[in-house]
């Protein structure tokens, strides 16, 4: 895919709540004071001490998966990649004037190469949309939390761009998973990263119809479960796996993939011209169409509530039309 955009894969809301971030007030100076905080040498340093660095004679096999995956992206640079010994499975894309990627150990042993090409792919495209800047705000920011908080008025724009840092992060991860499913171009590998995830492994004990029926279930929780939902994803930096896995078929479902891998996609030479307002319009859209095709319980009842208004609405101007009559 020659010279394609980080917009081919970003979720729309992704890009809307970058556009909120910039727009929170004083974020910019926090950033450059965020920024002046952490030496980002020093924990490439902590990497390089203490984990692997992947390369042609260490970890051939995710150098080579790297190799390629940036090839199919057609990143025009490829980051540093460590290995850290840690048994939870999990993956980190980290820096913010040049990112590496992080892996766990436990991620490297749980997958099988096909899988880990969609890891690895998922964090690259982190890299290449710039998520690892304000992932890397974020990680810094609830580290100093506790003190900023404690300062006098300053609690609530802490907490405030806290929250739409975490909104931002769960959006950049469905964003990433386009990544790697773009560059792995097969569905069912993905489906199966997040299957063996939730699971810890245990593939062999799952079922594919089974596990989106969960999703499917989760979609239409009630009111009560609705509000739960809110509480429980506000301090995520990920969603779900099991949302995650939805998510990610829903965009296949909708043709936008097949319709990349045809070659209609945006153009990094083309950026420039991409403006904010459009980002912001697109996030809109998102977030309604999300809203219409919702069988939350919370929609329901809105849409619901509206109905009833509407009919009372009618039922009272008939009502004085007649009176007037």
Do not use: C
Not at 22 to 33: A, C, I, N, Q, S
Not at 189 to 198: I, N
Request: aromatic letters at 8%.
């Amino acid at each position: 895919m020659t010279d394609i955009s980080s917009r081919a894969w970003e979720h729309p809301a992704d890009q809307g709540a970058l556009v909120a971030l910039r727009k929170l007030k004083g974020f910019d100076t926090l950033l450059k004071t965020m920024s002046g905080l952490f030496n980002e040498r020093t924990v490439r340093l902590v990497f390089l001490g203490s984990a692997i660095r992947v390369d042609d004679r260490q970890f051939t096999r995710l150098h080579r998966i790297l190799g390629e995956v940036g090839r199919t992206l057609d990143a025009p640079e490829l980051p540093e990649l460590y290995v850290v010994a840690n048994p939870v499975p999990s993956a980190l894309t980290i820096g913010m004037n040049k990112p590496f990627i992080v892996l766990n150990s436990g991620l490297v042993d749980l997958l099988d190469e096909d899988e880990l090409r969609f890891v690895v792919a998922h964090e690259l495209g982190h890299a290449m949309s710039g998520h690892a800047v304000y992932q890397t705000l974020l990680q810094r920011l609830l580290q100093f939390s506790g003190v900023l908080t404690a300062i006098p008025l300053s609690g609530l724009g802490v907490r405030a761009i806290v929250a739409a840092l975490y909104e931002w992060s769960r959006k950049s991860e469905l964003s990433a998973d386009r990544a790697g499913l773009l560059a792995t171009q097969d569905p069912a590998t993905a489906f199966r990263v997040h299957m063996k995830l939730a699971s810890g492994g245990h593939l062999d004990d799952l079922d594919a119809t089974s596990f989106f029926a969960q999703g499917q279930e989760y979609d239409e929780a009630d009111l009560r479960d609705s509000v739960l939902k809110m509480l429980l994803v506000e301090n995520r930096s990920h969603p779900f796996l099991v949302v995650r896995a939805t998510e990610l078929r829903r965009w296949v479902d909708s043709g936008e993939y097949t319709r990349i891998l045809a070659g209609d996609y945006p153009r990094r030479q083309d950026d420039d011209q991409a403006t904010v307002s459009d980002a912001a319009k697109a996030a809109a859209k998102s977030y309604s169409e999300s809203f219409k095709q919702s069988q939350d319980a919370v929609g329901k009842m809105v849409h619901d509530v509206a109905g009833v208004l509407g009919s009372m609405k009618l039922w009272l101007d008939e009502t004085l039309r007649r009176g007037e009559d």
